[in-house]
C-alpha cells in the first residue's frame, strides 16, 4: 500500500484546510487510517483515525471539535477537514494506514501503523 497526502498549505489562524491521502496498491482491504503530525523539534504525535468500516473515529483532546476525519473507500482516499486552526497546529501531518485487526485501542499508538505517507506541511500564522 503506497500513500500520498496532499492539501497542506499556509493560512491563518482561525481558518480552515482539507488534507486528503490517497491509497494505491493493494486497496482492496479496507484498512484502519490515521493521521499523525510532527512540528520541529517535536515527537510525532496523533491526531486523528478511522475505522476500517468507517463507523468509529479517534480524536486527540488537541483538535477534537475542530477537526474531522473521513474516507471515501470509493475514492481510495481519507479526507481531513480542518477548522479553527491554531498556530500550533503547525506541522508535518502525516497519514498511515493499519493492517487488520485490534484498533479501537491502538489506534493512537505508531507502532500499529504499518504504511506511511510522505508528510504534507501545515502552517498556521497568528
Known amino acids: 500500500v503506497q500513500l500520498q497526502a496532499s492539501g497542506g498549505g499556509q493560512v491563518q489562524a482561525g481558518g480552515s484546510l482539507s488534507l486528503s491521502c490517497a491509497a494505491s496498491?493493494?486497496?482492496?482491504?479496507?484498512?484502519?487510517m490515521g493521521w499523525f503530525r510532527q512540528a520541529p523539534g517535536k515527537e510525532r504525535e496523533f491526531v486523528t483515525a478511522i475505522s476500517g468500516n468507517g463507523v468509529n473515529t479517534y480524536y486527540a483532546a488537541a483538535v477534537k471539535g475542530r477537526f474531522a476525519i473521513s474516507r471515501d473507500d470509493a475514492k481510495n482516499t481519507v479526507n481531513l477537514r480542518m477548522n479553527s486552526l491554531k498556530p500550533e497546529d503547525t506541522a508535518v501531518y502525516f497519514c498511515?494506514?493499519?493492517?487488520?485487526?485490534?484498533?479501537?485501542?491502538?489506534?493512537?499508538?505508531?507502532?500499529?501503523?504499518?504504511?506511511w505517507g510522505q508528510g504534507t506541511q501545515v502552517t498556521v500564522s497568528s
Open positions: 498511515a494506514a493499519a493492517k487488520p485487526g485490534y484498533f479501537s485501542g491502538t489506534y493512537a499508538q505508531r507502532e500499529r501503523y504499518d504504511y
Open positions: 496498491g493493494r486497496t482492496d482491504r479496507r484498512l484502519p
